[in-house]
């Protein structure tokens, strides 16, 4: 039931920059584009549907059948979508264009506690505790913990590339800009809780723990506007105390990791060191301070190793 530690680690530090490719003209002409080929008329929504795809952060609903439901003209936005997408790709130096995430399944996967990460007294009220989501799609979840490193640089490269990923919040390393993790939100990120002082759950009495977690909880409600339902304990321990105490606070699941992810390499919980459907990726908001490397170069690093062995990045909020 414990999870590896967060590490500082020294990272190649092979930020780069490269000309603007036209990131945004591109854009708005396959956003011209999509407006055509789906006839409806109103270049912001055109705009909105050829950056955005379905079964990403923000992406819209599918249309029902009828003015932009024909197979032909969705294909020809996740065409133009993808097209956006390599376009950006080359703009921050990626080796090669992230896979696009299939639509979302309807029904979400049903979650159960990992064997082997059971509590005393475990049973099925309890939030689950999992490292993977049952899932045969060619997908991996992407997380980030705690809030340290607040990079403007990395909001507008997830953006570009419009690859979802989701944030586990710390709130003595987030309360000093709020604004920012406001405009991830805009963006698509959801906010998720991670306690107010990332300190060793199991150590802690009933009362400390409901404190670390229920007013985290309240925090993320007043600043961003929604309580949380997903939970990740720091350095991934836990008791019965912790699941019961963040069950009577609204959380519905306790998602782990499978791989971590660092600007030079990966750490991972298997043995065989590869991905698989629905492993769930951790990282943190950190930068050269601690690892000698941007949130751009993790990135790089991580979307390598992540379409390098065939699979696209979804929403873990979409299956959990």
């Not at 720091?234 to 912790?242: A, F, H, I, K, L």
Request: proline share 7%; glycine share 8%; charged share 25%.
């Amino acid at each position: 039931m414990t999870g590896g530690r967060q590490r500082a680690r020294r990272g190649r530090g092979h930020l780069r920059r490269r000309p603007g490719y036209a990131v945004l003209a591109a854009l708005l002409v396959a956003a011209a584009a999509s407006g055509c080929a789906a006839g409806d008329g109103d270049p912001g929504a055109a705009a909105r549907s050829a950056k955005l795809q379905a079964g990403q952060a923000g992406a819209p609903a599918e249309p029902a059948a009828g003015a932009l439901g024909t197979r032909a003209a969705r294909a020809e936005r996740a065409k133009l979508a993808q097209a956006a997408r390599a376009v950006a790709a080359k703009k921050w130096g990626l080796a090669s264009t992230p896979l696009a995430a299939p639509v979302p399944p309807a029904k979400k996967p049903h979650l159960t506690t990992r064997k082997g990460f059971e509590v005393e007294g475990q049973n099925d009220s309890l939030p689950p505790v999992f490292t993977r989501v049952p899932t045969t799609d060619k997908v991996v979840f992407l997380t980030m913990d705690d809030g340290d490193d607040k990079d403007p640089e990395l909001l507008k490269m997830m953006s570009e590339l419009n690859i979802p990923y989701s944030a586990f919040l710390t709130d003595y390393l987030v309360r000093d800009d709020y604004t920012f993790f406001k405009d991830a939100q805009a963006r698509g990120l959801t906010l998720n809780n991670h306690t107010l002082n990332h300190r060793y759950m199991p150590g802690l009495s009933h009362e400390e723990q409901k404190r670390e977690i229920c007013d985290q909880q309240d925090i993320i409600e007043q600043q961003f506007g929604k309580r949380p339902r997903l939970f990740r304990p720091p350095y991934g321990n836990y008791n019965t105390d912790t699941l019961k105490i963040a069950k009577s606070c609204g959380i519905t699941a306790v998602p782990l990791w499978e791989a971590e992810a660092f600007p030079d390499h990966m750490e991972w919980r298997g043995q065989d060191q590869e991905l698989h459907p629905g492993d769930i990726i951790l990282t943190h908001f950190r930068g050269k301070k601690d690892w000698k490397g941007s949130m751009p170069d993790l990135i790089r690093s991580v979307m390598k190793v992540i379409t390098d062995q065939g699979y696209a990045v979804a929403r873990l909020e979409d299956y959990v």
